[in-house]
């Protein structure tokens, strides 16, 4: 699981990863926010509307749920279960609370923190991205702020600084996982 504050880099740095591992699975996660440019439902967010979404978190279609920045953002389950019962690697995007969740429902996750230099750098990279007003960036820096003090509860820290060495970092944590002696025999006939 690849988590950590808004502006981070997790979406561009797992669609590389994933690029690097095509047989790597993807659980997309839903939403009710906008779709941003370039965003394609089913492929980035499952984009939904507010009542879709309570339909699917009445019944109990979600792994976790947040409200984040206004919009809901949830897991759903049903693709994940299914992965992992074929025994494939599968990598997940939750924000922070979420990945606190997944990792109750699944202690055997790797949650890796993503983070950049300093919170200039992620100001800098918010305000980049053009999505937001400055009102929903400053939001989206305060939560940030929480965020960043998690970190030690997670398994791997990222610091997003060079794309190509956090992407680097990023694949051998994913190599090592799958190195893991039990995960080695758990995949043995």
Same mark, same amino acid.
């Given at each position: 699981m690849?988590?950590?504050?808004?502006?981070?880099?997790?979406?561009?740095?797992?669609?590389?990863?994933?690029?690097?591992?095509?047989?790597?699975?993807?659980?997309?996660?839903?939403?009710?926010?906008?779709?941003?440019?370039?965003?394609?439902?089913?492929?980035?967010?499952? +984009? %939904?509307?507010? =009542?879709?979404? #309570?339909?699917?978190?009445?019944?109990?279609?979600?792994?976790? $749920?947040?409200?984040? @920045?206004?919009?809901?953002y949830?897991?759903?389950?049903?693709?994940?279960?299914?992965?992992?019962?074929?025994?494939?690697?599968?990598?997940?995007?939750?924000?922070?609370?979420?990945?606190?969740?997944?990792?109750?429902?699944?202690?055997?996750?790797?949650?890796? +923190? %993503?983070?950049? =230099?300093?919170? #200039?750098?992620?100001?800098?990279?918010?305000?980049?991205?053009? $999505?937001?007003?400055? @009102?929903?960036?400053?939001?989206?820096l305060?939560?940030?702020k929480?965020?960043?003090?998690?970190?030690?509860?997670?398994?791997?820290?990222?610091?997003?600084?060079?794309?190509?060495?956090?992407?680097?970092?990023?694949?051998?944590?994913?190599?090592?996982?799958?190195?893991?002696?039990?995960?080695?025999?758990?995949?043995?006939?």
């Amino acid at each position: 699981m690849v988590s950590g504050p808004s502006g981070s880099g997790k979406d561009t740095l797992v669609d590389a990863l994933r690029r690097l591992e095509p047989n790597l699975a993807y659980s997309v996660s839903a939403t009710t926010r906008a779709p941003r440019p370039g965003e394609e439902n089913g492929v980035h967010y499952r +984009f %939904l509307d507010r =009542p879709a979404f #309570e339909r699917m978190l009445a019944n109990d279609e979600f792994l976790e $749920t947040r409200e984040y @920045a206004g919009n809901l953002y949830g897991t759903p389950k049903n693709n994940i279960l299914e992965t992992l019962s074929k025994g494939k690697d599968m990598v997940l995007k939750p924000e922070v609370n979420g990945a606190m969740a997944v990792k109750k429902a699944f202690p055997r996750a790797a949650l890796v +923190f %993503l983070t950049v =230099p300093s919170e #200039e750098d992620l100001w800098k990279r918010l305000i980049r991205r053009g $999505t937001e007003s400055e @009102a929903a960036i400053k939001h989206r820096l305060e939560i940030a702020k929480e965020e960043n003090v998690r970190f030690r509860t997670f398994d791997y820290l990222i610091i997003n600084a060079v794309f190509d060495e956090a992407l680097a970092k990023l694949h051998a944590i994913l190599v090592a996982e799958r190195l893991k002696v039990a995960r080695v025999l758990d995949r043995e006939p």
